[in-house]
């Protein structure tokens, strides 16, 4: 299994550095999603909306991952309707968790792998279902990203980890 130790950053509020750091990684998490929704379920599949924050959490620390977990899906909804503003809450709650393990990880444990990337992913999904079937009263609603969302979460252990262990070489 591929191991990659993390040149962990904590950027504090305080800096510019921090606030360009997190819009590129939004930027990102504008862009993506605007790619995927031209597939049909695009959205739903590939969960793009969170890709990005897994890695400016990981790699920049937890405040550059909180800006980019509450920028993102606020700015998608307000820019182009999507998510929704009903399903933002969950979509919210879910990347801020997100952010939290992904930074937590990398504070905790000073390296990238596939397993741990797998184990955020896997922690945020569970997390975040779990409110998503308290704040809807559905577990369909709850476990859709488990059922159609596959994919994505494929997609965010691979590609985050490969993201994540070129950012911690610079």
């Not at 939004?26 to 909306?49: E, F, S, T």
């Not at 182009?80 to 937590?104: C, E, Q, R, T």
């Not at 797998?118 to 577990?139: H, K, M, P, R």
Request: hydrophobic residues 55%.
């Amino acid at each position: 299994m591929q191991t990659t130790t993390v040149k962990f950053r904590s950027l504090p509020y305080g800096r510019v550095k921090t606030y360009a750091v997190a819009a590129l990684f939004v930027l990102g998490n504008i862009a993506l999603p605007q790619l995927c929704h031209l597939l049909p379920l695009g959205g739903q599949r590939l969960l793009p909306i969170y890709f990005f924050t897994l890695a400016a959490a990981y790699g920049y620390g937890w405040r550059v991952g909180l800006l980019t977990a509450l920028c993102s899906p606020v700015a998608n909804a307000l820019l182009f309707g999507m998510p929704a503003l009903a399903a933002l809450p969950p979509i919210l709650v879910k990347s801020l968790v997100l952010a939290a393990l992904a930074a937590g990880a990398a504070a905790r444990f000073q390296r990238v792998s596939i397993a741990l990337v797998a184990a955020v992913v896997a922690g945020y999904q569970l997390l975040g279902g779990l409110f998503e079937w308290g704040w809807t009263g559905s577990l369909a609603a709850a476990v859709q990203d488990f059922r159609l969302g596959l994919p994505g979460m494929l997609l965010q252990i691979a590609g985050g980890w490969l993201l994540i262990d070129r950012l911690s070489k610079r």
